[in-house]
């Protein structure tokens, strides 16, 4: 059996190559790649564990490579993306591997009619954008709000658009969330996206073994003949880590710190970090895909751990005096374009407002750490206090406005009227069949514009055409008070008030304006 592999040598990548590449039954690898930047050490670990192997240097937005990378395959596992803080600094790559890269692949399985490969497509949580107190939890389902000025989960969500409405044999969408990998201390401190993690946002890691680790189960499964249409293969899942890996980007930060013997007040002041249009969140539903490949092993606290073992300059660092390291470590950074303080000292009103709600919100942090209310300290933004740990692990639900655990054969006409109906639309077709959820239907949004779409994309993935489907643009704040499914998010964390759209320009630089 052999797997065509995308985006090795990446965090998930490498880790999904050395864990397959152990695997008996399988005796090879097509692997598409940039360059050898990387390469080496892997394909060592393929000749050690005796695997042929073919390397294809190109892109995944290039058919001609992609139909060389997918031919005589059994499966195609799609990984490939450019994520930040690359996809800021260079937007067009985000956009060819991220958003182009799944219709070439989409296209080049297509045109294989016997013994078509399965595809296992990666995407992202990124795709639903900025969770706080309110609503810490999302499921498969939840509307999609990418955060303004999110190239990354931009494009991924367009790319997921595309496998979702395929005509491949078999693919499923696996949503990634936070992961782990083993140099991400030493990646994060290079760039400014550091501050782009709110304190007191929610997040749930899963670290890169753990990821790799639900590959290679889906595949030993698979070849058992152990999962179909009814319970995988046409579905999408979040992959997280469970209850032990969920925590907020305070205790991350004070996690990966602590290794070297700090806390987080030792190295950040208050407001060198957002305040909202993060992405990140919990998941009510990631258990669904841990119950099928038991994939759910690692802890954050173990993680670091080991990181601390295996990199003996860490225990050199706690000898460092803090003050110096704050300064040449992270104060270094805030001069960052892609900083938070780099946008306030160059008058980027696009970013503070969709960061901050402006600029006197920004100035108006607590500048005294026993100030800043903290959610893993139990106080919520307004000092009120809160019961940290039954929120963190009582999973909650948003009103999907039908039954999304209904079984899918059973879906009505009525359900998808009524879907349409809380977004603002219409269902515009009127001849569907209870259950016929992978039949593209016609819809009707807000704004008249009608489109095709599955009933299973919409109503258990959670698309729905809006403008950053079409232009790198954002539009939730007039969205929000036709669409109830965006709204019940989207006032989480903004002001009713607020009535502002956000765009790139063709140099992809931030712009804004005020709407009526």
């Not at 989960?153 to 499923?172: C, P, Q």
């Not at 680790?213 to 058992?224: A, F, G, H, P, V």
């Not at 957002?274 to 990631?286: M, V």
């Not at 007039?478 to 765009?503: C, G, S």
């Amino acid at each position: 059996m052999r797997i065509a592999l995308f985006g090795v040598p990446g965090n998930m990548g490498s880790e999904v190559l050395k864990t397959l590449a152990k695997e008996d039954y399988i005796t090879g690898f097509n692997l598409l790649v940039h360059d050898k930047k990387g390469l080496r050490s892997l394909l060592k670990c393929i000749k050690k564990n005796k695997k042929e192997y073919k390397v294809i240097y190109g892109s995944v937005a290039n058919l001609d490579d992609v139909r060389i990378a997918v031919k005589d395959v059994n499966y195609v596992i799609n990984m490939a993306a450019v994520i930040p803080p690359l996809s800021d600094k260079k937007p067009e790559a985000a956009i060819e591997a991220n958003e182009i890269g799944p219709k070439v692949i989409v296209h080049a399985i297509s045109e294989i009619k016997k013994d078509q490969p399965k595809l296992i497509h990666i995407s992202t949580i990124g795709l639903y954008g900025d969770r706080n107190y309110k609503h810490p939890f999302a499921e498969v389902g939840d509307p999609l709000l990418i955060s303004p000025f999110d190239l990354y989960a931009l494009t991924k969500m367009r790319g997921e658009f595309t496998v979702l409405e395929s005509e491949l044999d078999n693919w499923v969408v696996i949503r990634q969330t936070a992961m782990l990998y083993n140099n991400l201390m030493m990646k994060n401190i290079s760039d400014g996206l550091m501050f782009h993690t709110s304190f007191n946002v929610p997040l749930e890691w899963a670290t890169a073994n753990d990821s790799a680790l639900l590959i290679r189960n889906i595949i030993r499964r698979d070849l058992k003949n152990e999962l179909s249409e009814s319970n995988f293969w046409k579905h999408c899942f979040n992959i997280g880590g469970g209850l032990k890996n969920r925590v907020t980007g305070y205790d991350t930060f004070a996690l990966g710190f602590g290794i070297i013997g700090c806390k987080v007040e030792q190295f950040f002041d208050t407001n060198y970090n957002t305040l909202r249009n993060f992405h990140g969140e919990w998941y009510s539903d990631a258990y669904k895909l841990n119950d099928l490949f038991d994939y759910q092993h690692e802890n954050i606290t173990e993680f670091w751990d080991n990181v601390l073992k295996t990199h003996k300059y860490f225990k050199l660092a706690k000898l460092c005096p803090k003050k110096l390291m704050k300064k040449f470590v992270i104060k270094r950074l805030l001069k960052d374009s892609n900083s938070p303080y780099y946008w306030y000292k160059h008058h980027d009103e696009a970013r503070m407002l969709a960061y901050f709600n402006g600029v006197d919100k920004f100035e108006s942090i607590p500048k005294d750490w026993k100030d800043f209310n903290l959610l893993v300290k139990g106080k919520l933004p307004n000092g009120d206090s809160i019961d940290y740990q039954k929120l963190v692990s009582n999973p909650t639900h948003l009103d999907h406005f039908f039954d999304i655990n209904k079984d899918r054969k059973l879906i009505s006409i009525e359900d998808l009227r009524n879907v349409a109906e809380a977004r603002g639309g219409k269902l515009v077709d009127q001849d569907f069949k209870t259950g016929d959820i992978y039949r593209k239907v016609k819809w009707q949004n807000a704004d008249g514009e009608i489109f095709e779409a599955r009933p299973h994309t919409v109503l258990f993935c959670g698309h729905w055409l809006n403008i950053s489907y079409k232009e790198y643009a954002w539009d939730f704040d007039r969205l929000a008070k036709t669409d109830k499914m965006v709204a019940q998010i989207w006032y989480d964390a903004h002001d009713k008030n607020e009535n502002r759209f956000y765009w790139y320009d063709s140099l992809f630089n931030s712009n804004y304006k005020n709407i009526e």
